[in-house]
């Protein structure tokens, strides 16, 4: 409703932006950095962070970013199931007809995967997201699939994407060989308190505003209630506009944020 109000051209806060919207945050940067890296080594690399740091769009930033004749990317959300279940979907990313058994499939990827190596002379990205859900098993099993010739020749890069608890698992006495293997590790915080109000003017500007909407003390106020979180920032903004709209305000208030944040109470 706050589109005509605000003579928006879109909703400023939805979460479908494209890869070249995104607003560059100091955290942003430095995790497709890291990132960057961890294709270059062609290793095995962790990225965690809390719901809505927006973990996701930094890997799709990266990713679209690479040469699609040397580098081909794989993204599997895996939740549940076993590790058969696990190269099955696997499976299903690189084109591959479905096996039953857990032995044939896991040669299956091999084979592609060397394949896109030797022949077609691009480096297999296997990003797996949601992997604090996996079972020890299929977390053991991801690991195997990049080794190579003795670890002389890495043919694939693998990227595990989940929550904070994936870190403390993975420093478990039961993962010590996949630790041992990350090359790369990095926790992805959320916008800096400084960053919140030009995050909140680059979102408004893709919407068509110019006009800063959001007083400081309705900014504080956002920081403290998101701790920085993306995800988190556009749901409370979109309710705090919603609610300044019904004011007929034409900026959003503490008062206005804090409407916001009774409605988003469960």
């Keep these: 409703m706050y589109l005509r109000h605000f003579a928006f051209t879109r909703f400023p806060f939805e979460n479908t932006l494209q890869t070249d919207e995104l607003y560059a945050s100091s955290a942003r940067r430095e995790a497709e950095a890291r990132l960057k890296h961890l ?9 965690t962070g809390e719901v809505g740091s927006g973990k996701t769009a930094v890997c799709r930033h990266v990713t679209a970013g690479l040469h699609p004749g040397l580098y081909r990317v794989y993204y599997v959300s895996l939740s549940t199931g076993n590790v058969l279940d696990m190269y099955k979907s696997v499976a299903w990313e ?14 299956a990827i ?3 995967i060397t394949r896109l190596a030797q022949e077609a002379k691009q480096l297999p990205v296997l990003i797996v997201d949601e992997a604090q859900h996996l079972r020890n098993d299929v977390l053991e099993d991801l690991r195997l699939l990049t080794n190579y010739a003795m670890d002389a020749d890495n043919r694939l890069c693998l990227l595990l994407v989940g929550l904070t608890e994936l870190r403390r698992r993975l420093a478990m006495a039961v993962h010590e060989s996949l630790n041992q293997r990350l090359v790369v590790r990095h926790h992805l ?4 308190r400084d960053e919140l109000e030009t995050y909140l003017a680059h979102r408004l500007r893709l919407a ?6 959001f007083t ?12 920085g979180l993306p995800r988190k920032v556009n749901r409370i903004a979109h309710y705090a506009l919603t609610a300044a709209a019904l004011d ?9 944020l ?4 009774d409605e988003l109470q469960p």
Excluded: C, D, K, W
């Design 39 to 47: 294709i270059e080594l062609r290793g095995i690399g962790l990225m």
């Design 94 to 107: 690189l084109g591959l007809p479905t096996e039953r058994s857990r032995a044939t499939a896991y040669r």
């Design 110 to 112: 091999r084979n592609e």
């Design 189 to 192: 915080p959320g916008l800096a």
């Design 208 to 213: 068509g505003a110019e006009a800063p909407l």
């Design 216 to 227: 400081p003390p309705a900014i504080e106020a956002l920081f403290q209630a998101s701790r």
């Design 248 to 256: 007929s305000a034409h900026q959003v208030s503490e008062n206005h």
């Design 258 to 261: 804090q409407t916001a944040l």
